[in-house]
Structure formats: structure tokens, C-alpha cells
């Protein structure tokens, strides 16, 4: 909170893409993702890779999906589902390794 009341800018992207809201959802910090989407963090910004925050909410059961933006969340999920499908995966079969796998191969 303390930077943000500084001036941070909260989508401040790596030269990898990370974004501290990246940062948050990767390590599981609900507080850190609270506060960083209170901010307005965008949690569409992708890594070089092509993942990005909400997708790690996705993953079935993360305590992250509720924080994020619903229809966005839903959104996310749909296309990962359908990446997940054209490498003959189903949706129960959707774990953060194949998340993060199926949206790097956008």
C-alpha cells in the first residue's frame, strides 16, 4: 500500500511482462491481489509467455478466481478451456502447470 500511496505505477510491467499483481496471483497473496485490484491493476496484462494473472485464477478451486472481475474470469476460462480441448485435455484436467501451458502457446 505504501508505494501505490507514493505514486507507483500499479501495471508497471518487467522486461519479462510481471506485474506486481503477476507477482501476487503467482504466489497466492490474496491480500497483495485485494489491494493491487482495489488499485485498478489490470489482470489481463500478459507475460512474454502469455499468461497472466487471470488466468492463474482460473485454476479450479484458487482463492484468487472471487477477487478477479467475473465476466473477465469467465472469459478466460472459456478460452483456456478451449485451448486445453485442442490438446485433448478436459476442463477437469485444467491445473496451474496447464494453464500457464495452454496460454503460452497463444
Keep these: 500500500g505504501i508505494l501505490l500511496e507514493a505514486g507507483a505505477v500499479v501495471d508497471q510491467q518487467s522486461a519479462e511482462g ?3 499483481l503477476t507477482c501476487a496471483a503467482a504466489g497466492h497473496s490474496i491480500d497483495a491481489c485485494k489491494l493491487l485490484l482495489d488499485a485498478k491493476a489490470d489482470p ?3 507475460l ?3 499468461s497472466n ?3 492463474l485464477a482460473c485454476v479450479p478451486g484458487s482463492p ?3 477477487l478477479m472481475p467475473q465476466a473477465e474470469l469467465e472469459a478466460e476460462r ?3 478451456t478451449s485451448k486445453l480441448a485442442s490438446l485433448g485435455l478436459a476442463s477437469p484436467d485444467i491445473t496451474t502447470e496447464r494453464v500457464w501451458g ?3 502457446q497463444c
Design 18 to 20: 510481471w506485474t506486481a
Design 44 to 46: 489481463t496484462i500478459c
Design 48 to 50: 512474454t509467455d502469455g
Design 53 to 55: 494473472a487471470l488466468g
Design 64 to 66: 484468487l478466481g472471487p
Design 78 to 80: 472459456q478460452k483456456i
Design 102 to 104: 495452454a496460454e503460452r
